[in-house]
């Protein structure tokens, strides 16, 4: 789908437009999930369109709402290692440690106050949590609860039966709590 | 301690849609970025000896085109820009400095991928699209009120070095009857300004190259020129706050738009800590340093522990700057 992009007429410039504003909506609340950050979000939807557009060369499968996500989920990894807030806050914030860090936050953002601060800050524990996880366990934790996608669908995607899927969820989900209770998080 | 299951299904059940203004600014950027792709192939396409027969035909072409283009800039402008390569382009902005106008010879670049964009942003796409070689001189002439006088020229230079360039910007500032003289000269109002600072009556087929030639034969400083309007910077450094929330101190303060006040460069905030406010400058604690441009995102607020170690204290933030400046409000706060 995506090689009408560079075939480069004036109409097909236009397709351009609507892939953005086709798969924008989804795009944006799997940004948004992963950052619980509009201006991160923002960032984020735009980093992954340019990076879709500089790697039109090494698409190749018809799958391309999975590569847009896997490239939006990429991303938000390299700029997760890039951001020490997360790494500091996460380690330090909960772990009776001192708390030394700077949030970034846009000038625009509404999330200061204190009940989204605290709220953020647990969800993102989660994250860091999810992103240890194994691969596969990773992969349908993001897909259910990051993308919000039904079983079928990922069951579908996956090439897998929805018994699968589902188990692979309850076996993440056990190993988060796991990892979290070795932490006293939970 | 929280509950696992709860918290997944609050990510999941999170509805929110990208602004209409976000799909906007993306779909552009995916246009320019596809368009600098296809520039980029066409660049490479064209061979060196049709580069140069267009090169000669420039100046004539450029000064008979600005000569109209000057005419037809948008009435809506609130400032024009003048970028001088070896050939010219006028680019017009709103009055929040979003390009709404380009004219000139843009060679492989489409003007349609610059509007919308900051100005910093379309003079370093202009740049990039035209032949240019290390170090060349590019002249950027602002023409309008004096807000609009803060262009970044490092944050020019940081895009231009994506593109692997390096080039000498310069910079010019006048008012519109400096734009309006130029016009009655049928040049280039960046030209006219420079050529005015230099002293030198500028004739219309001159371009910025030998006008430099012309400055420099006469011993004086191309630098020094375009740095006599600089305005100065207004130096400041965040003024905080804080809340106490639960087991947390929760410091912050507010953006601040160090493009107006005329810094183009990088600041340090320095998160500072004493028992005194007197020791806020003689003898603080260092708790955290971030760096970060004047035009790119900034820390706005900073956590700590609510506990013994972090209150009775002091705290503040300096600002340094590239120039070694520090600046330290003595608005601190008091955590009791």
Redesign the interface.
């Known amino acids: 789908m995506m090689f009408l992009l560079l075939a480069l007429t004036e109409d097909e410039r236009q397709s351009v437009s609507e892939y953005v504003a086709l798969y924008g909506k989804d795009l944006y609340n799997f940004a948004y999930r992963l950052t619980l950050n509009k201006a991160k979000a923002e960032d984020l939807f735009q980093q992954t369109w340019l990076k879709v557009v500089n790697n039109l060369d090494k698409y190749e499968d018809d799958h391309f709402k999975a590569w847009l996500f896997k490239i939006c989920s990429n991303q938000f990894k390299d700029n997760y290692r890039k951001d020490k807030r997360y790494s500091k806050l996460v380690k330090d914030d909960y772990a009776d440690s001192q708390t030394k860090d700077f949030v970034l936050t846009s000038a625009q953002s509404t999330e200061n106050t204190e009940t989204k601060v605290e709220n953020r800050n647990r969800k993102m524990i989660i994250l860091k949590h999810i992103n240890n996880l194994p691969e596969k366990q990773r992969q349908v934790i993001l897909m259910f609860y990051y993308r919000a996608m039904k079983y079928d669908e990922i069951a579908e995607q996956l090439n897998c039966p929805v018994g699968t899927v589902r188990s692979r969820i309850n076996t993440a989900k056990k190993t988060l709590k796991l990892q979290m209770e070795g932490e006293s998080y939970v | ?5 709860k ?6 059940s ?5 602004s209409k203004n ?2 906007d ?3 552009r ?3 320019a ?2 368009s600098e ?2 520039a980029v192939k066409a660049k490479i396409r064209r061979s060196n000896i049709i580069k140069l027969s267009a090169m000669a035909a420039l100046p004539a072409a450029a000064s008979i085109l600005l000569a109209v283009v000057i005419g037809l800039v948008s009435p809506r402008a609130a400032a024009y820009y003048t970028v001088d390569i070896n050939q010219s382009i006028v680019m017009s902005v709103d009055e929040k400095g979003y390009v709404i106008d380009v004219q000139g010879e843009l060679v492989t670049l489409d003007e349609y991928v610059l509007k919308g964009e900051t100005i910093e942003y379309a003079i370093s796409q202009t740049i990039t699209f035209a032949d240019v070689t290390e170090n060349q001189h590019i002249l950027i002439g602002c023409f309008g009120d004096d807000k609009y006088n803060n262009i970044s020229k490092n944050q020019i230079a940081y895009y231009l070095d994506d593109a692997d360039l390096s080039v000498n910007l310069l910079s010019v500032h006048g008012t519109m009857n400096d734009w309006n003289e130029a016009e009655k000269l049928d040049t280039s109002a960046g030209l006219y300004l420079l050529g005015e600072f230099a002293q030198i009556n500028i004739d219309t087929d001159m371009d910025l190259t030998a006008l430099i030639y012309i400055i420099e034969s006469s011993g004086k400083n191309i630098n020094l020129l375009t740095n006599l309007n600089a305005e100065p910077i207004n130096y400041t450094a965040p003024q905080l706050e804080y ?1 106490i ?2 087991n ?1 101190i ?1 410091i ?1 303060w ?2 601040i738009d160090y493009k107006s006040l005329n810094y183009d460069g990088n600041i340090t ?1 320095r ?1 500072l800590s004493a028992d005194t406010a007197l020791e806020l400058v003689s003898d603080a604690t260092i ?2 340093t ?1 760096s970060f441009a004047s035009w790119d ?9 609510y506990d013994k ?1 972090h209150t009775n204290k002091y705290y503040a933030i300096a600002a340094i700057y590239d120039d070694n400046t520090i600046v330290l409000l003595d608005e601190y706060i008091y955590v009791d």
Request: without cysteine; negative net charge.
């Open positions: 301690m929280f509950n696992i299951e918290e997944l299904d609050e990510i999941r999170i509805d929110v849609s990208p976000l799909i600014t993306t779909t950027m995916v246009k970025k596809i792709y296809k809340y929330n639960n947390y929760n912050y507010d953006y905030y998160l708790l955290d971030y995102r900034q820390p706005i607020d900073y956590t700590l522990p170690e």
